[in-house]
């Protein structure tokens, strides 16, 4: 997969494909449906499936203060895009410039003369352009007008109601990974780099390899059962763990983030991406009144979630 991120300078061989539009937060289920129609265009006329979205999220760029809110960082949300098959991902950086563009100026410049896209495919509620004042009919009328052609996909109902980001954050913070799962069509991970913390796991007998949650939204603080995969380095590989996510009350701490221990695993992590694939909640987190009792529910939780991941 080859990455664009400026629609002024595009190769020749980057042009020319067929486009799903969006910003595929999560790529649950809705986003695959809307990939699939620009995959089955791009079958039909001969051209690469590409994805067009943006970084920062526009709601990042316009209320930077808001509360973290994404479910995926750009590196998830690009793994996730090559393992369905996109060829061409066009991350294009939304700042001032682009977002002043009205949608008859955003057709045309980025979408017809700047990545040359021969078909695009959006959702039936898109809106772009300044003020998202242009919609998908707006779309339809510009590619008549200017030479590529849109599809239009209809949103996504599930069982429990229409799948979309917002609800699969409600599930998260509810603490049901699994109803996230069914939405999204892939387990919900969080991927980062291992950074040194007090190591204060390795003293307990239980080393962990710990990751910032910057930036991302939070789901329900506590102990989960989990899948882990070692991206890189000479440790990469899929193993099975369990996670705390949050504060860790036992030891006053504040700032949130992930602390993940590997079963049946020895080695050094540091420096590794990791994508931990959150599978079920077990626990809040708890305050001990002794290491020993803190110590004993870790080893609790440990046979409990092989227990899960076994049978998963």
């Not at 996504?156 to 109601?161: D, F, Q, R, V, W």
């Not at 930036?215 to 000479?234: E, N, Q, T």
């Not at 996670?243 to 695993?265: H, I, M």
């Not at 990791?274 to 909640?281: N, P, R």
Request: net charge negative.
């Amino acid at each position: 997969m080859r990455t664009i991120r400026d629609y002024t300078y595009v190769e020749p061989d980057d042009r020319g494909a067929s486009a799903a539009i969006g910003n595929f937060d999560g790529v649950h289920l809705g986003h695959q449906s809307v990939i699939d129609l620009a995959r089955e265009a791009g079958r039909k006329i001969g051209a690469p499936l590409g994805i067009v979205t943006f970084e920062p999220h526009p709601r990042e760029y316009f209320a930077p203060d808001a509360p973290p809110f994404r479910l995926m960082n750009p590196a998830a949300r690009a793994h996730r895009l090559e393992k369905l098959g996109v060829k061409r991902l066009y991350e294009l950086n939304f700042n001032a410039a682009l977002s002043a563009l009205t949608p008859e100026a955003f057709a045309r410049d980025v979408i017809a003369e700047g990545l040359g896209l021969r078909h695009v495919v959006v959702g039936e509620d898109f809106c772009f352009g300044k003020g998202r004042a242009g919609n998908a009919a707006d779309l339809e009328r510009f590619g008549r007008e200017m030479g590529f052609g849109v599809g239009i996909a209809h949103l996504l109902a599930g069982n429990k109601g229409e799948v979309s980001s917002t609800a699969i954050r409600n599930a998260l913070s509810d603490g049901r990974p699994r109803d996230a799962a069914l939405m999204l069509g892939h387990w919900h991970r969080i991927e980062g780099v291992v950074e040194g913390g007090e190591q204060r796991g390795r003293t307990l007998g239980y080393p962990t390899a710990n990751m910032r949650l910057e930036g991302l939204h939070k789901p329900k603080y506590g102990v989960y059962a989990v899948r882990v995969d070692v991206l890189d380095g000479v440790h990469a590989g899929h193993y099975l763990g369990a996670a705390s996510l949050g504060v860790r009350p036992q030891f006053a701490g504040q700032e949130p983030n992930l602390e993940t221990f590997l079963f049946d695993f020895s080695g050094d992590l540091y420096g590794a991406h990791l994508s931990i694939a959150l599978v079920e909640y077990l626990r809040p987190e708890e305050t001990f009144e002794s290491l020993e009792a803190f110590i004993a529910q870790m080893d609790a939780d440990c046979a409990r979630a092989r227990a899960i991941l076994s049978a998963t």
